[in-house]
């Protein structure tokens, strides 16, 4: 239970990080370029999927461990792509 309670918590400092980091890179570019509303859903989706991989049972074969590895890297991904769109004057929902 520890475990999930420390996890949720590292989840949740690292959300509110990444969200500190995105309201700073926004700052600098107009508000419609700064907006990618599909890429950050999808970047709460991908968190909340590593939430749930961390909550799961370990027994899975060392699928359950490198599907977390994925996950954080979808997250590194997507997060590099919305900030090169808000480096580069890409704007919308994409």
Same mark, same amino acid.
């Given at each position: ?14 959300a509110a ?8 890179v ?6 419609a ?5 599909? !890429?950050?859903?999808?970047?709460? #989706?991908?968190? %909340?999927?590593? /939430?749930s ?7 899975? &074969? =060392?699928?359950?461990e490198?599907? !977390?590895?994925?996950?954080?890297? #979808?997250?590194a %991904?997507?997060? /590099? ?6 480096e580069h004057? &890409? =704007?919308?929902?994409?």
């Amino acid at each position: 239970m520890t475990d999930t309670k420390l996890s949720r918590r590292n989840l949740a400092a690292v959300a509110a990080g990444g969200a500190l980091v995105a309201g700073m890179v926004g700052a600098s570019a107009s508000p419609a370029a700064a907006y990618q509303g599909n !890429m950050e859903r999808a970047t709460s #989706a991908l968190y %909340e999927a590593l /939430a749930s991989l961390r909550e799961s049972t370990p027994n899975k &074969g =060392g699928h359950r461990e490198r599907a !977390m590895q994925l996950v954080q890297q #979808a997250i590194a %991904e997507t997060q /590099a792509g919305i900030a090169f769109a808000v480096e580069h004057g &890409g =704007g919308g929902a994409q």
